[in-house]
């Protein structure tokens, strides 16, 4: 999983992700552009695979959580916060006045100091899960199906442990359209899991001229790239990329419904088997 739940994390299918991973022995960069919860890069730098580990993301909220939980000192506020919400959410009219204490939060996260938009952000993320409310954003929160117990007792141990992987991981809060061209080299690895296309789920969200811009930059570029792709994007990137490709189709357990991801890569991947 990622730092947080995170709708449209990779945590389902990281072990395909990874196992997409060119061979070369010579990639000492790894850069998450689109970072998110940051699952891969979470994942990278646990198992210590390359020397110099980025992530980024353009929301500063989500900087601000990697922040927060590798600095560590906060970690303690996160739990207590949980633990407090776990309390009050046994009582169903507090129920609903939490639900919308925090979604005046999430519309203030851009008024708040980095830190405390990175607290909130970690806090409302581990209430929520898939769901929808008014603002476009997706999460319900606090609902009896993902209303975590188990999962808020543990997110102490959790993060603490994430603490220690972030030690090696550089962050950044920056446009990712800024940030490749500027980290690009034959060394680099770039990870892309851009917001996609018909499903504005997050802060930034992405459209088509913005996918078709990503395309065109990564067409050029010197480093190796996975670029993620739902079947919507799918029909855009191949009109400016051809790259190769591999579909991963897999069943999200809170739904039951099937998902399919396109991962396009440049360069060859161990087994062209793989490929269509
Ligand atoms: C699909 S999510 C990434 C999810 C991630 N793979 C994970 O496992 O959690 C896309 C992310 O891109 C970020 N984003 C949107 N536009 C961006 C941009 N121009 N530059 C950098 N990040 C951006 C969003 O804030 C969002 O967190």
Redesign the pocket.
Known sequence: M??FP??????LI?GHILSLFPASGRIDTFV?????????TLEVARRGLFSRIIY????RA?YGSFLIIKEGRLIPVVEKYLMRFLEWAREPELKERIRRALKTIWKMLDKMDVRRAGLWNVIIHYLSSPGVIRNGLRFRTIDDRTFNEYLYRRVGERLRAYSRILQDVVLRN????D?IPALDGPNVLF?L????LG?P??????NKT?LVKLCRLLAAIKGYAIL?ASPEDFRVVRTVLDWPFVSIKYQVYTTKNYSTYYFFVNYKTRSLLDFF
């Open positions: 990622g730092l995170y709708v449209g994390g990779d945590g990281y998450e552009a689109f970072g998110g919860a940051g699952t891969i980024n993301d353009l929301d989500n920056e446009n990712a359209f940030l990870y899991d851009p917001p996609h499903r789920y997050y802060r930034f969200n992405f913005q993620k």
